[in-house]
């Protein structure tokens, strides 16, 4: 399975089981009602400052009411049970209400719940449970979403009849989808990478690509060619991209641009000190405000960025991508496509829909200049995800682009080295690098 994405198969649905232990809900109300007291009286604090005073506040009280069980001749809590007041009252105060302690679980990798039923979680080693309800009607799923469109999103997400759907990330980094209003109830959509910090080496050893084509990939990287990632839905694109900008050299200065924060490329400090990472911010209720992937790219290019990773090609940002790539920055990016040579006409497909309009053939000479190979991962006949082919792009004529499949499936679904050469302006760019195909 490649890290951080969904299982390949699925068992039965296991069991309910919650994922705290019950609580005395007495209890938990009058220590939020004392929290709340010592919040009021601190005014205003920004989002760190009130984290800290509100788990600060909470053990204080925790500690008065073991003072006073003692004093009563009564049993403490145990240490299960005092945790388990303390998160549900901590949950309170974030917005995170009973979602708290599911997304402290690292069990899980999708969760789905619908209104106030029992969630349905997909599980790390492939099967699936169902969990408590989160929430404790199909309003309340509606405001919990609202509350993480507020308060954990760095930009705020709308939510309401004018925009049923919320698509943002948490703190965590776990990816978050909501829809109301277009159907019957309420649904929100968790999902969650495990492993933000991947390389090359790690989908070697997970069987995704083998060691040469690992080392050409890396090799192609660090050359400062641009690679695009192409494939269908669940392949490991994200994960590829991840693990081909962990090439990237300290000293750069890269930008990721995104929809929606995924990738996360920023919290990696130590192998990317330099990088900023941007995500398009929808309009605000008066229709003002709106900031878009392309215009991102555009203002990448003003940072003086050497590397720019765009997280999915969707339409509008696909000719200035195009552009920053060819006028110095190169990059990576992803595209769902069917097949390595599809890739370059989705491409061209987004580019029609694009505010510029630029048509196929005038696409094509651009991708043509722009782009060095496109990676295409796809998924063997027992479901694994692999590297299955790398295409050079070599140029154009007339009406298409020219490639050279240097990376074809072999018997097993995954890539292996095609007799096809490498181009000489490209071996001579990968050769500066240190590449050599003759120390295969």
């Known amino acids: 399975m490649i890290l951080g994405d969904q299982p390949d198969t699925l068992a039965p649905v296991a069991e309910t089981r919650s994922v705290r232990p019950r609580v005395d809900v007495a209890l938990v109300a009058a220590i939020r ?18 984290d800290a005073l509100t788990a600060e506040l909470v053990a204080q009280a925790l500690a008065d009411h073991a003072a006073e069980r003692l004093a009563g001749g009564l049993a403490n809590l145990t240490d299960t049970e005092e945790a388990a007041v303390a998160g549900a009252v901590i949950d309170a105060f974030s917005g995170l209400a ?29 099967t699936k449970a169902t969990w408590d309800p989160v929430v404790d009607s199909d309003e309340d799923l509606v405001e919990l979403m609202r509350t993480l469109g507020r308060s954990e999103a760095i930009s705020e997400r709308r939510f309401d009849l004018a925009h049923p759907q919320i698509n943002t990330q948490l703190r965590d980094g776990t990816r978050l989808f909501g829809i109301s209003w277009i159907t019957a109830r309420p649904h929100l959509f968790l999902r969650r990478h495990h492993h933000l910090e991947v390389t090359l080496e790690d989908l070697v050893r ?33 994960t590829t991209l991840r693990a081909l900008a962990a090439c990237f050299g300290p000293e750069e200065r890269a930008v990721s641009v995104e929809t929606e924060f995924e990738l996360g490329l920023d919290r990696d400090r130590q192998r990317h000190p330099d990088f900023v990472a941007l995500e398009a911010r929808e309009a605000n209720v008066e229709g003002a405000g709106a900031v878009s992937c392309a215009d991102l790219v555009r203002w990448s290019m003003r940072m003086a960025a050497s590397r720019i990773a765009v997280g999915e090609l969707l339409g509008a940002e696909v000719i200035p991508m195009l552009n920053a790539f060819h006028s110095g920055a190169s990059g990576l990016s992803t595209i769902h496509a069917n097949s390595s040579a599809d890739a370059l006409d989705k491409l061209a497909i987004l580019a029609l829909q694009a505010p510029e309009r630029l048509d196929i053939h005038h696409t094509y000479a651009l991708a043509a200049r722009a782009l060095d190979l496109v990676v295409f991962m796809d998924r063997t006949r027992d479901g694994r995800r692999v590297l299955a ?52």
């Not at 009602?33 to 009130?50: E, I, S, W």
């Open 33 to 50: 009602a004392r929290v709340a007291d010592g919040l009021g009286a601190q005014g205003g604090l920004v989002a760190a400052h009130r």
């Open 98 to 126: 009973r979602l708290g302690p599911v997304l402290a679980d690292r069990s899980w990798t999708d969760l789905h719940a619908v209104g106030s039923d029992p969630v349905i979680v997909d599980l790390v080693d492939g």
């Open 206 to 238: 997970l069987g995704t690509m083998d060691t040469q084509a690992a080392r050409f990939l890396e090799a192609a990287v660090r050359a400062r060619m641009s690679l695009l990632v192409a494939g269908g839905m669940g392949v490991g694109k994200t």
């Open 389 to 440: 082919s790398v295409r050079e792009i070599t140029g154009t004529d007339g009406t298409q682009v020219l490639t050279n499949e240097l990376f074809s499936p072999g018997p097993e679904g995954r890539a292996l080295r095609s007799r096809v050469p490498i181009s000489e302006p490209r071996r001579a760019a990968l050769a500066q690098v240190g590449y050599s195909e003759a120390a295969r």
